[in-house]
């Protein structure tokens, strides 16, 4: 089992940045492919990012050139630099973490949750 803890969400005005870090417990960490997600008010929850066990990314359209997943694995997290802020990027960020190797960006795909961060972006 892996407990996942998300940090670094906050207010920030459009056009600039913010990093996300998730924490995850356990000392299989590089055993799984992690992910990005994230829900706004009234929304469901969407893709935002993934990277592989082995660090293949893969970004949602409405992200790419913005947003950036890296992990660390001595560390047991991974990351998510937001850059160029925009309203619409307002929403609870979760990081997610998938036993798996498909590529999905299903969420049902992924095992284990961490309880979300908060990110406002003003206009």
């Known amino acids: 089992q892996v407990q996942l803890v998300e940090s670094g969400g906050g207010l920030a005005q459009a056009g600039g940045s913010l990093r996300l870090s998730c924490a995850a417990s356990g000392r299989t960490f590089n055993n799984y492919a992690m992910g990005w997600f994230r829900q706004a008010a009234g929304k469901e929850r969407e893709f935002v990012a993934r990277?592989?066990?082995?660090?293949?990314?893969n970004n949602a359209d409405s992200v790419k050139g913005r947003f950036t997943i890296s992990r660390d694995n001595a560390k047991n997290t991974v990351y998510l630099q937001m850059n160029s802020l925009k309203p619409e990027d307002t929403a609870v960020y979760y990081c997610?973490?998938?036993?798996?190797?498909?590529?999905?960006?299903?969420?049902?795909?992924?095992?284990?949750w961490g309880q979300g961060t908060q990110v406002t972006v003003s206009s």
């Open positions: 997610a973490a998938d036993k798996g190797s498909s590529g999905s960006t299903r969420a049902g795909a992924f095992d284990y």
């Open positions: 990277i592989s066990r082995g660090g293949i990314t």
